[in-house]
Nanobody, 121 residues
Framework: QVQLVESGGGLVQAGGSLRLSCAAS????????MGWYRQAPGKQRELVAT???????NCADSVKGRFTISRDYAKNTVYLQMNTLKPEDTAVYYC???????????????WGQGTQVTVSS
C-alpha cells in the first residue's frame, strides 16, 4: 500500500543540475529516515545521501559539496539537489524511506522504482 515514486531524472550535460524528488504515499503513519541510493551499470548500489527525521544529513564523499538532500515533512517527500553533475554520477537513483504504516508497527524500509540520471561529457 505504501509507494515511493521518484521523479526528476533525465539526461544532462556535465556541469548541469537536476533535482530529484521522491514522494511517499499510501498508508503512512510515520516516516523516519529517508535517503537516496544509486546503482551504475556493473556496480553495486551505493549510498548517496540520507536524512533523518530530525533533519541530520549524511552524504557520500563522492557527492559531498555538490549534492544536497532535503525533505518536506508535510508532503512526505525527499529531494536530492544535484549540482555540478559529472559523468560518473550516471546511474539509476533509488529513493528509500523507513516507514511505519501504523502505530502498531515499527519502521521498515521501502524502495522506489528508481529514476535514471545520465550525465554526458
Amino acid at each position: 500500500q505504501v509507494q515511493l515514486v521518484e521523479s526528476g531524472g533525465g539526461l544532462v550535460q556535465a556541469g548541469g543540475s537536476l533535482r530529484l524528488s521522491c514522494a511517499a504515499s499510501g498508508s503512512i503513519f510515520s516516516i523516519n529516515a529517508m535517503g537516496w541510493y544509486r546503482q551504475a551499470p556493473g556496480k553495486q548500489r551505493e549510498l548517496v545521501a540520507t536524512i533523518t527525521s530530525g533533519g541530520s544529513t549524511n552524504c557520500a564523499d563522492s557527492v559531498k559539496g555538490r549534492f544536497t538532500i532535503s525533505r518536506d515533512y508535510a508532503k512526505n517527500t525527499v529531494y536530492l539537489q544535484m549540482n555540478t553533475l559529472k559523468p560518473e554520477d550516471t546511474a539509476v537513483y533509488y529513493c528509500n524511506a523507513d516507514i511505519a504504516v501504523s502505530s502498531r508497527y515499527y519502521y521498515r524500509g521501502y524502495w522506489g522504482q528508481g529514476t535514471q540520471v545520465t550525465v554526458s561529457s
